[in-house]
């Protein structure tokens, strides 16, 4: 038992070492994974200057700009992973090394949130000196609970789209480019959900960016309660309750997709 656990904690620390190591390493990817944030900001900055609309939409937008670097890094790298694993032979290593399947998606998220947070925290700074900002939390506690709990849903969702998306082949590019741009209008990462109507909130509350970057536009800004879809309250219980589900579906899934690709032998390069 305490060999396994040794065993499953060095291949969680070897697949996110790769991420860690390699975040720096391919300069054009930082470019893009930077300045594309920082451009869709500063288009809806001067579109909410122009309309006069209250200071604190350009913190809102900011705080948008900044999540985006962890969609395109759970859509990317981890909802697609096992399909370029697939595609680059390294998907039969894992499955015939002796450890646990959740250990090397549990490793690439880690390693896929230390990379998202470098990206997230130079689009912070950046948003903050080029639009003049301020942006200090009520409380600080709340703020890394919510942040903390909305990391972990939205990986647990990229853990269970891995899952699924290996089975899809080639399919899985298509799907990850579906999906980017309408998550941004949808989880509200430019503007309030609560415009969007109870109904649809809701319905959009499933991706955990929308109730996570709502509860914490409420805390570091006194428009955003005013704005809010929910109180914070709730939304920590919502984010919480999807934490649990997506990491047991993601398990389910990886579990019930292995078995399957076994039996029709699509888990290596030969039907593709």
Same mark, same amino acid.
């Given at each position: 038992?305490k060999?396994?656990l040794k ?11 790769v991420?860690i190591?390699g ?13 594309m944030?920082?451009?869709?900001v500063?288009?809806?900055v ?20 900044i999540?985006?670097a962890y969609w395109?890094?759970v859509?990317?790298?981890?909802a ?11 998907l039969?290593?894992?499955l015939?090394?002796p450890?646990s399947?959740?250990?090397? /998606?549990?490793?690439m =998220?880690?390693?896929? %949130? &230390?990379?998202s947070?470098?990206r997230?925290?130079?689009? *912070?700074?950046? +948003?903050?000196?080029?639009f ?12 890394v609970?919510v942040f ?5 849903a939205?990986?647990g ?6 899952s699924?998306?290996?089975m899809?082949?080639?399919?899985a590019?298509q799907?990850s ?6 998550i ?5 990462f430019?503007?309030?959900i609560?415009s969007?109507g109870?109904s649809?909130g809701?319905?959009a509350?499933?991706?955990?960016l929308? /109730?996570?970057?709502? =509860?914490?536009?409420q %805390? &570091?800004?006194?428009?955003?309660r005013a704005?809010?879809? *929910?109180?914070? +309250?709730?939304e920590?219980l919502?984010l919480?309750?999807?934490?649990v589900l997506?990491l047991?579906?993601a398990n389910k ?6 078995n399957?690709g ?11």
């Amino acid at each position: 038992m305490k060999t396994e656990l040794k065993t499953n904690l060095r291949a969680i620390w070897g697949r996110a070492y790769v991420r860690i190591v390699g975040a720096q390493r391919e300069p054009s990817w930082i470019l893009f994974e930077i300045m594309m944030p920082l451009l869709a900001v500063a288009t809806y900055v001067f579109v909410y200057r122009a309309l006069g609309a209250p200071k604190e939409f350009t913190g809102f937008v900011i705080l948008g700009g900044i999540m985006t670097a962890y969609w395109l890094n759970v859509l990317w790298s981890m909802a697609s992973q096992f399909y370029w694993e697939k595609e680059t032979g390294n998907l039969e290593l894992y499955l015939i090394a002796p450890i646990s399947r959740m250990s090397i /998606l549990l490793g690439m =998220a880690l390693g896929g %949130l &230390f990379m998202s947070t470098t990206r997230a925290a130079v689009i *912070l700074v950046g +948003g903050i000196y080029l639009f003049d900002v301020t942006m200090i939390p009520t409380s600080w506690p709340l703020l890394v609970l919510v942040f903390l709990l909305c990391m972990v849903a939205l990986y647990g969702l990229g853990m269970l789209a891995s899952s699924v998306f290996l089975m899809f082949g080639r399919d899985a590019w298509q799907i990850s480019t579906l999906l980017q741009e309408p998550i941004y209008v949808f989880s509200g990462f430019y503007s309030p959900i609560k415009s969007f109507g109870f109904s649809l909130g809701m319905m959009a509350s499933l991706i955990p960016l929308t /109730l996570g970057i709502d =509860a914490m536009r409420q %805390l &570091f800004f006194e428009a955003g309660r005013a704005h809010a879809f *929910l109180p914070i +309250g709730w939304e920590i219980l919502i984010l919480t309750v999807l934490s649990v589900l997506f990491l047991w579906l993601a398990n389910k899934a990886l579990l019930k997709m292995e078995n399957l690709g076994k039996k029709e032998g699509r888990l290596t390069l030969r039907w593709q």
